[in-house]
């Protein structure tokens, strides 16, 4: 399992496979900070030979996908305002 989104709080907030590698899977909330989620959700039309994706990089104005076959895939994003 990559996530425990969908396997819930008590699985997500002990100690699971993610967390060994050094990955939270949870966060303690104090109700006073204010919490900001920055995320990117989108489609891109990726070639026949494109199996999975390997690893990503940023560029200017446009992400790049790379698979484990060694296609890749490009698409326009404003991805700046995750940094802000």
Known sequence: MLGHLASGLAVSALENGLTKRGLKTSMELDGVTPLKLKNIQGVCRIPEDFD??????????????????????????DWGFVLD
């Not at 994706?53 to 698409?75: C, D, K, M, N, Q």
């Open 52 to 77: 999975k994706v390997a690893t990503l990089s940023f560029r200017p104005g446009r992400i790049v996908f790379y698979s484990v076959a060694g296609a890749t895939a490009e698409v326009n994003v």
